[in-house]
Structure formats: structure tokens, C-alpha cells
């Protein structure tokens, strides 16, 4: 079992900056991929970011890409979520998760193996 432990929310004003954090102590090796998965109240969980461990091969939801950098520390086991010019509407839950083996698609939250608990990012307007 695979632990994630987000962290990195709150508050913050439109156009501000956060940096999210997931760390995996427990990662086992080959673990192909981990991702950034966010929920707005009343809303489904949407895709944000992911990134695969080897290679450092990033994707981003539309709605983020340009803003949003996501990262990753092999050495750390820690994966990051830089969020610049931070709008209302990205006010979520943050979750991250891991994907152990390939697949082609790792938007879909399906596809991801282990989940973190969330952060909460709250952007007022």
C-alpha cells in the first residue's frame, strides 16, 4: 500500500502563488506515474497535472497549462505543484495520486492505483 501525503493549501487571494506538495515515503519501485486530481464543491474530480517518474513527461488540463507546473524529486520521493496567477475558479480539493504501471491516459482518474486525502486551496476573489 502505497501512501500520499498532500500538502501546500489555503487561502490565497486571485493572481497569488501556491506550491503543493505530495510525498510517497512508500513508493515501490516502478511506479510509472503520479498525478494531480482536483474536486470543486458540487462538482466531479477533474484532471490538473501528472508527470511519469522516469522521464519527467508532464501533462496539464487546459485550463491550467501556462499557469501550473508540475515536478518531481526522485530523490524525494515528492512530487510538486507549482500554481501561479491562481484564479477563483481553481478553488478544489487537491488530491494527488500514483499510477503504478504504463498506460496511455493518465488524465483519467480511474486509472490511478493510490490516492492522497486532499488539500484544501481555497483562491477569493
Known amino acids: 500500500q502505497v501512501q500520499l501525503v498532500e500538502s501546500g493549501g489555503g487561502l490565497v487571494q486571485a493572481g497569488d502563488s501556491l506550491r503543493l506538495s505530495c510525498a510517497a515515503p512508500?513508493?515501490?519501485?516502478?511506479?510509472?506515474?503520479m498525478g494531480w486530481f482536483r474536486q470543486a464543491p458540487g462538482k466531479e474530480r477533474e484532471f490538473v497535472a501528472a508527470?511519469?517518474?522516469?522521464?519527467?513527461?508532464?501533462y496539464y488540463a487546459d485550463s491550467v497549462r501556462g499557469r501550473f507546473t508540475i515536478s518531481r524529486d526522485n530523490a524525494k520521493n515528492t512530487v510538486y505543484l507549482q500554481m501561479n496567477m491562481l484564479k477563483p475558479e481553481d478553488t478544489a480539493v487537491y488530491y494527488c495520486?500514483?499510477?503504478?504501471?504504463?498506460?496511455?491516459?493518465?488524465?483519467?482518474?480511474?486509472?490511478?492505483?493510490?490516492w492522497g486525502k486532499g488539500t484544501l486551496v481555497t483562491v477569493s476573489s
Open positions: 512508500g513508493r515501490t519501485l516502478g511506479s510509472y506515474a
Open positions: 508527470i511519469t517518474w522516469n522521464v519527467g513527461e508532464t
Open positions: 495520486a500514483t499510477r503504478r504501471d504504463y498506460v496511455s491516459d493518465l488524465s483519467r482518474s480511474r486509472a490511478m492505483d493510490y
